[in-house]
T-cell receptor
């Protein structure tokens, strides 16, 4: 039973470019959340998808957008990349309510030059 | 503002010794508190989840406590091992937020031989 998988593992982009990160949730999970983790910091909540809709959003600009597909997999898109977008992007999946554990993938390391 | 603060920021201990990590939060209304272990370059892995009514929970050598009145939690690690070297992150969920988590900045634990 595969856990949460993310791709790619590493990515290098330049300022102004656009990027798409992908996440496959743990089997049986229906909710996907995305987090940004700067070096030496805890993860910051970006947004959450459930039933193919964005249900909640953190304090991130509209340059950050996402999508959830019928198979529950998800994408995170970031437009007009800034140097400050360099971070580890984590995807977490869960099933059911907030008392259920979230399972994290190992993230995508995004570097902006 | 919902916040989670952890102390100390970093800690070095000798293998075999015990240690305790602290977490204070101001999240309201409170739903549950989780402790995660994050190895370098990996996603966080859940250690414990505690709801309002639980004041202690163990997972092997890890024991978490929760005082919902003072809004404090601690994670006690017994008989530390070299593999315990990691970042330990306290995470709080607010009631009404499906899976939205508020992360502390983490405590970086280094276990030396």
């Amino acid at each position: 039973d595969a856990g949460v998988t993310q791709s790619p593992t590493h990515l290098i982009k330049t300022r102004g470019q656009q990027v798409t990160l992908r996440c496959s949730p743990k089997s049986g999970h229906d909710t996907v959340s995305w987090y940004q983790q700067a070096l030496g910091q805890g993860p910051q909540f970006i947004f959450q998808y459930y039933e193919e809709e964005e249900r909640q959003r953190g304090n991130f600009p509209d340059r950050f957008s996402g999508h959830q597909f019928p198979n529950y997999s998800s994408e995170l898109n970031v437009n007009a990349l800034l140097l400050g977008d360099s971070a580890l992007y984590l995807c977490a999946s869960s099933l059911g309510g907030i008392n259920q554990p979230q399972h994290f993938g190992d993230g995508t390391r995004l570097s902006i030059l | 503002k919902n916040q989670v603060e952890q102390s100390p920021q970093s800690l070095i201990i000798l293998e075999g010794k015990n240690c305790t990590l602290q977490c204070n939060y101001t999240v309201s209304p409170f739903s549950n508190l989780r402790w995660y272990k994050q190895d370098t370059g990996r996603g966080p892995v859940s250690l414990t989840i505690m709801t309002f009514s639980e004041n202690t929970k163990s997972n092997g050598r890890y024991t978490a406590t929760l005082d919902a009145d003072t809004k404090q939690s601690s994670l006690h690690i017994t008989a530390s091992q070299l593999s315990d070297s990691a970042s330990y992150i306290c995470v709080v969920s607010a009631r009404g937020d499906r899976g939205k988590l508020i992360f502390g900045q983490g405590t970086e634990l280094s276990v030396k031989p």
